[in-house]
């Protein structure tokens, strides 16, 4: 089976950095993703890394360390906006290419 | 606009009743996949199709659950009998065989609620 282990909340001051971090225990593996979650609104995407290393996108940039089974989103000059649910998620190892997903950090940004 | 859409956004129904939702995936793509998700958790998958061919099911769909995507655009989810442990939100997501596998695009969901 597959499983991943995010904290399930995290609260943070606008302007700051915060770092949500994800373990996970997989038969087999082919990256991990990384979806942001607003109350009531559908998931995004975010990220995706499949190789160690870290992804930058803007303000955000996703880590990856498949010797560790670890990575962490890593949210930089925090905005107001950012809080919302943050889901890290591997996709599974047969061809229908279906998410496996946490069960999300709830990311709160105080001013 | 050309994003992921279901419809109905929210629904109440009574136990023992049936339920049908939609989802239209974008219009290129021709995976699409339905996900179930409750308060606090992550999304859960539930079916996946490719074209036309429902191509697999989760252990989590029961028989009271079937999904059609009859010409390979839209697709339904029909609950039949509702249990109250069928409330939770049904977020339909799509993506493309051809370039960006990882990134699923997802509509807003169907909340259902069964009283």
């Known amino acids: 089976g597959q499983s991943l282990e995010q904290p399930s909340e995290v609260t943070a001051v606008e302007g700051a950095i915060v770092q949500i971090n994800c373990t996970y225990q997989t038969s087999g593996f082919y990256g991990l993703s990384w979806y942001q979650q607003h109350d009531g609104g559908a998931p995004t995407f975010l990220s995706y890394?499949?190789?160690?290393g870290l992804e930058e996108t803007g303000r955000f940039s996703s880590f990856l360390s498949r010797s560790d089974s670890y990575g962490y989103l890593l949210l930089q000059e925090l905005q107001m906006k950012d809080s919302a649910s943050y889901f890290c998620a591997v996709r599974d190892m047969d061809s229908s290419y279906k998410l496996i997903f946490g069960s999300g950090t709830r990311l709160l940004v105080r001013p | 606009d050309t994003g992921v859409s279901q419809d109905p956004r929210h629904k109440i129904t009574k136990r023992g009743q049936n339920v049908t939702f939609r989802c239209d995936p974008i219009s290129e793509h021709n995976r699409l996949y339905w996900y179930r998700q409750t308060l606090g958790q992550g999304p859960e998958f539930l079916t996946y199709f490719q074209n036309e061919a429902q191509l697999e099911k989760s252990r989590l769909l029961s028989d009271r659950f079937s999904a059609e995507r009859p010409k390979g655009s839209f697709s339904t989810l029909e609950i039949q009998r509702t249990e109250q442990g069928d409330s939770a939100m049904y977020l339909c997501?799509?993506?493309?065989?051809?370039?960006?596998?990882?990134?699923?695009?997802f509509g807003p969901g169907t909340r259902l609620t069964v009283l």
């Open positions: 997501a799509s993506t493309a065989t051809s370039g960006g596998l990882n990134e699923q695009f």
């Open positions: 890394n499949a190789l160690d």
